[in-house]
């Protein structure tokens, strides 16, 4: 869009060799500036994604950790649909839930329960 304005105003206005350059680089800089601001959005975005994986991970070790403490070798059998679950708010009430959890049987209820929640409503982030 700068540069179609650009050639809109060289067809309008013929400007001085001094005037023209300082346009060109009026341009450039305004270019270099909205690129910049372009690019500290995708970071941000970047960094938040970044941030809320390591959370999503952080979760689900704990999550593997208190199935092993509380059942044994067969908590950890459960484990293979919490890799599935991506949503932390989600991952979050596993794990609160997997504390009060007394049995096997329950705790395979609640994983289940946020596991088929996600598969059936496609993946959540």
Do not use: H
């Amino acid at each position: 869009m700068i540069v179609a304005l650009y050639e809109f105003i060289g067809v309008i206005m013929a400007l001085p060799q001094v005037k023209d350059e300082e346009l060109i680089e009026e341009i450039k800089q305004t270019t270099e500036e909205k690129q910049m601001s372009l690019l500290n959005i995708a970071e941000q975005v970047g960094v938040k994604k970044g941030i809320a994986q390591q959370k999503a991970q952080g979760l689900k070790e704990a999550i593997s950790d208190i199935l092993e403490i509380k059942f044994g070798v067969v908590g950890l059998e459960l484990f293979e649909p919490v890799e599935q679950v991506t949503d932390i708010a989600d991952l979050q009430k596993i794990r609160a839930g997997l504390k009060q959890a007394r049995s096997v049987a329950e705790a395979e209820a609640l994983i289940r329960t946020y596991a088929k929640e996600r598969s059936e409503n496609g993946p959540r982030n």
